[in-house]
Every structure is written in structure tokens, then in C-alpha cells.
Nanobody, 120 residues
Framework: VQLQASGGGLVQPGGSLRLSCAAS????????LNWHRQAPGKQRELVASVTSSGITNYADSVKGRFTISRDNAKNTVYLQMNSLSPGDTAVYYC???????????????WGQGTQVTVSS
């Protein structure tokens, strides 16, 4: 199983970016998909999460600006980021609890990270 993230880049303050992360390999289901970020000199933090039934949760710092969504048919999670500020600059990582066989416990997987830089 692999997670492949994409969509990062350089954006001006106030701008928007959309991150994508696709899971591939032998997958039975994905109960939870998450986005984390890590800024230079800071600990990695959970930004947003979405369950297979669509229940979402956000860090206070991104509520009202970021939207997480998923396409279960494509095993893909998205993070729409609006009203970006320099404080959002970080490497963004997707993360998933994946079950590869029915009746088996989930395992936690991480994508490779994608850089988001907010600067004028």
C-alpha cells in the first residue's frame, strides 16, 4: 500500500491550493484519512481528518478555511485550502488507517509529504 500526495506549491497570502492524496495497492477499506503538517522547527500536527462516512474534524487554526473531502471510489483524499497565510507554510503529509483484508485490523500509512509555501 502506498500513499501519493500532490498539489503543493508556492502561493501568495490569501490564495488557495488543493492537495490530493491517493492510496494504491491492495485495499479493503480506509476507515480514516487525515492531513498533517509540519512547519520548520515545529512538531507535526493534525490538520484535518475524515472518516469513511464523511465525518470531518479540523484543527482550530484551519476551521472555516480548509475543507477535507474524500472519494471512496478512488481511495483519494483532498484538502482544499483557502485564505492561506504565511503561518500555513509547512510540509503537508497525508495519513491513513487502511485495512487490506476484511476482518483484519487497520495499519497506519504515511505519504511522502508535499511542500506548501505561502509567501508574497
Amino acid at each position: 500500500v502506498q500513499l501519493q500526495a500532490s498539489g503543493g506549491g508556492l502561493v501568495q497570502p490569501g490564495g488557495s491550493l488543493r492537495l490530493s492524496c491517493a492510496a494504491s495497492g491492495r485495499i479493503f477499506n480506509i476507515p480514516a484519512l487525515n492531513w498533517h503538517r509540519q512547519a520548520p522547527g515545529k512538531q507535526r500536527e493534525l490538520v484535518a481528518s475524515v472518516t469513511s462516512s464523511g465525518i470531518t474534524n479540523y484543527a482550530d487554526s484551519v476551521k472555516g478555511r480548509f475543507t477535507i473531502s474524500r472519494d471512496n471510489a478512488k481511495n483519494t483524499v483532498y484538502l482544499q485550502m483557502n485564505s492561506l497565510s504565511p503561518g500555513d507554510t509547512a510540509v503537508y503529509y497525508c495519513n491513513a488507517d487502511i485495512r487490506v483484508h476484511a476482518g483484519r485490523p487497520t495499519r497506519n500509512y504515511w505519504g511522502q509529504g508535499t511542500q506548501v509555501t505561502v509567501s508574497s
